[in-house]
């Protein structure tokens, strides 16, 4: 069978089972099965990480063991059009020229490819190797937590390729580190008064992407955007809300919101006036970089709705307002390389209060630390509650190092180009499992893949093939 055929075959049997964040053991127990029906032995440790051990090839054995890894869940993100149930039905893949989409959810690439290309590597009989271990992590899209909670002893390799960056022919050698702040601002409820009407707000259309990688790209924040919308509103017309989401994944760039006030009823001319002045300003805006933005303001009839008060919306509005989102800071020491960032991933309106998730990142752990302290000093200014995740420190490039020379000498002989060398803004594991292990030789690389963590997300066909050819000369050298 052609190498990319298998791979893809390969992906299309991965793609078939739920492996969101936290929903990892039918995903880990498939591979177990599959690594058993080839009798190859695996182990999981505590936190629930899983390594296969694929024994050298002939003439191999005496080479030092190499890791080989991913991880195995995927960001749920999915149109507003998608009824797709993420926990039982299939990634429905599909065949769009040189490219592979999902229909209306993420593809799951990220990080599903590199299950596949394990997997294939073992199936391939011409594929020469010294011992592998294929290290696949839990929870990597939601705090890295199986690679911070890995039982090193599990692994004996002290090299680590990595097989979750996203463009071939690129060798990544250092990423971001990262962390997260909860705000929770506490609010009270009554009800929608007999004087009082109720519209509804949608921001849709815009699209996403992941936090890291697409952070500069001037892509829109559908929080930011709907929060602007309903601030520009209430310092004209008081106004109370009931309702106010976007966003489900704090690494994702969120594509829709939505929100429901309440306002006087004598109100109405002159909010919906103030909306159409608002829009009209952030649609030419962006009119080239989000060219499907849609903001919609529609009367919302039916039972009357709990809102709570004008003081909390003013409130929780003018917080919003105020916390940072996109680029912070560029790298002075990496010309045109991001440093710090933060994402306003997830935005609820909940009984006990207005919840909002701040995902950060920086190269500079100074740096990481310091947003993390600003966008917690904004919570408290407003009243509320915080609530920081772990802060993972930056994995810190090593131009030295044996293998990226090797990576580089062998892509040079093989495709006959030459491979770029650079940092991520994205997260990787890599240096995480390294300081697990005592100190490891790591880089990162794979197939090109375009707009993770939303549903526009697609794998480029082609780098699997140049991918494949790279991956098998190296293993053989």
Known sequence: MNPTDLILRKFEQVSSIPRGTRYEAQIRQWLIDWGGALSLKSRTDAAGNLVIYVPASTGYEDHPALILQGHLDMVWQQTPESHHDFTRDPIQLIHDGDWIRANGTTLGADNGIAIALMMAL??????????????????????????????????????????????????????????????????????????EIAFEVKVTGLQGGHSGEDINKQRANANKIITRVLDFIQRNVDIRLSTLKGGTARNAIPRDAEAIFVCSKDKVELCCGKFSIIVQDIQTEHARSEPRLSITLTEKGGEPVRAISRSETVNGLRLLISLPHGVSAMSAEFPGFVETSNNIGILELKEDGLSIVSNHRSSVLSRLDEITNRVESVGWLAGADTERTKIFPPWQPNMDSPLLKKCVETYRSVIEEEAKVQLSHGGLECGIISDRCGGLDTISMGPTIQNPHSPDEKLYIPSLAKIWHYLKALLAM
């Open 122 to 195: 073992v199936e391939d009989e011409l594929v020469q190797h010294p011992p592998l271990e294929f290290l696949l992590t839990i929870e990597e899209e939601m705090g890295v937590v199986g690679a911070d909670n890995l039982d090193a002893s599990l692994l004996k390799g002290k090299t680590l390729i990595n097989l979750d960056s996203e463009e071939e022919g690129v060798f990544t050698v250092g990423c971001a580190g990262g962390g997260s702040v909860t705000i929770t601002l506490p609010v009270n409820w009554s009800s929608q008064s007999p004087e």
